[in-house]
C-alpha cells in the first residue's frame, strides 16, 4: 500500500465513501459504538455511512430498539447495538458508576431500563 492509499482506505473502512450501510443498526455495529452526545450531529455521522439516509430513517432505529442512545463507556452518551453493552461492559478499563460494570451488573441494569 502507497501512503497515499492510506486516506481514502481509512474512508473507506469507516463507510464514508464507498456504497454505505443500508440500516443505522449496521453502521453502529460496525463502529461498536458512536459518541453521541449531540444528539442530531452523531445522527447525521450515522446518516453519512448509509444509503439514501434520512432523520427519519436513523430516528424509527431508536423507536424499533435497533440502536440505543446509552452513557456505557463514559458519562457521555453512546450509540450502541442493543447486543453491545455486556460483552462492552467488561472490557471498560474504569467503572463509571459506584458499581463495577461486570457483564451481570450490565445486563441487570439493561433488564431493568429495557423492562418499561
Same mark, same amino acid.
Given at each position: ?9 481509512? !474512508? ?8 454505505? #450501510?443500508?440500516?443505522?443498526?449496521? $453502521? ?5 459504538? $458512536? ?18 439516509? $434520512? ?16 452513557? #456505557? ?6 450509540? $450502541? ?6 460483552? !462492552? ?28
Amino acid at each position: 500500500m502507497k501512503p497515499l492509499d492510506i486516506p481514502h482506505q481509512r !474512508l473507506r473502512n469507516q463507510h464514508l465513501t464507498g456504497p454505505g #450501510l443500508k440500516h443505522p443498526a449496521e $453502521v453502529v455495529s460496525w463502529l461498536v459504538a $458512536v459518541q453521541a452526545q449531540d444528539h442530531a450531529g452523531a445522527k447525521w455521522a450515522l446518516g453519512l455511512r448509509m444509503r439514501r439516509a $434520512v432523520d427519519q430513517t436513523v430516528e424509527q432505529a431508536f423507536t424499533a430498539g435497533t440502536t440505543l442512545r446509552t452513557h #456505557l463507556m463514559r458519562p457521555t452518551w453512546h450509540f $450502541v447495538s442493543p447486543a453491545a453493552p455486556a460483552p !462492552l461492559a467488561h472490557r471498560l478499563p474504569i467503572p463509571i458508576a459506584a458499581e463495577p460494570r461486570t457483564p451481570a451488573y450490565v445486563a441487570a441494569a439493561w433488564g431493568r431500563m429495557t423492562a418499561s
